[in-house]
């Protein structure tokens, strides 16, 4: 009885000795791609937010950290910047919104140096399908709504939903998840126009993932 127990623990040891090995080999073996899918998904997002055309530098490889309760958490956060001929033309900021209906949202942020925005989109989110989820891109193009838009101050009136007599649209029977990205927006871009040289011209020293 006792042989045959030991027998059976011996056996059981190998076998998640055996599994163990395969998650160490697979992780090893897959760990190159993945990071390879990381870098080429931070790429197609950061170059949605900040088109091409307004850079010739590579965007993760021009990073920097900062850390500010307007980013909608207390982490350092992630700031890219694009230059042209060597000239500061914008940057793009990941933050959260925190009000969402769900929970907070993730998301990033692109302007110009004239503290233009150029683009916004929701990188992670758990909002209701079918009434919040319109932040989302592939949803509707209801974040495109941000894209030429400025601000002229932290509580410029015009940067809230209609129902709260501002520009941008809401959702029918879903004003949380929009009001949360607005006001997200809204801060980061007051952010972003009152540290700006600070920001541009801090190392770089954060690495290349969302």
Known sequence: MIRAM????????????FS?????ITDALT?????????QQLLQVLNQVLPATMHDNILSQNCTLVSSPELG????????????????????????AQNGYNGAIKVLVGVDTNNTVV???VLQHNE??????????????????F????????????????KDGGQFNQFTGATI????????????????????NQILYQPSDCSDEL
């Open 6 to 17: 030991k027998n059976n623990g011996a056996i059981l040891a190998l076998a998640a000795l």
């Open 20 to 24: 163990t090995g395969i998650v160490a």
């Open 31 to 39: 760990k190159d791609t993945i990071a390879e899918q990381e870098l």
């Open 73 to 96: 958490t207390d982490d350092k956060m992630p700031v890219y910047i694009a230059t042209k001929n060597g000239k500061p033309t914008g940057m793009v900021v990941k933050a959260f």
């Open 119 to 121: 683009g916004v989109r």
């Open 128 to 145: 209701t399908v079918g009434l919040g989820d319109r932040i989302d891109l592939n949803i509707s193009n209801w974040i495109l709504s």
């Open 147 to 162: 894209s030429g838009k400025s601000i002229n101050s932290a509580d410029d009136k015009r940067w809230a939903v209609h």
């Open 177 to 196: 998840t929009p009001r949360a990205i607005v006001n997200a927006v809204r801060k980061v871009s007051t952010f972003l126009f009152h540290h700006k």
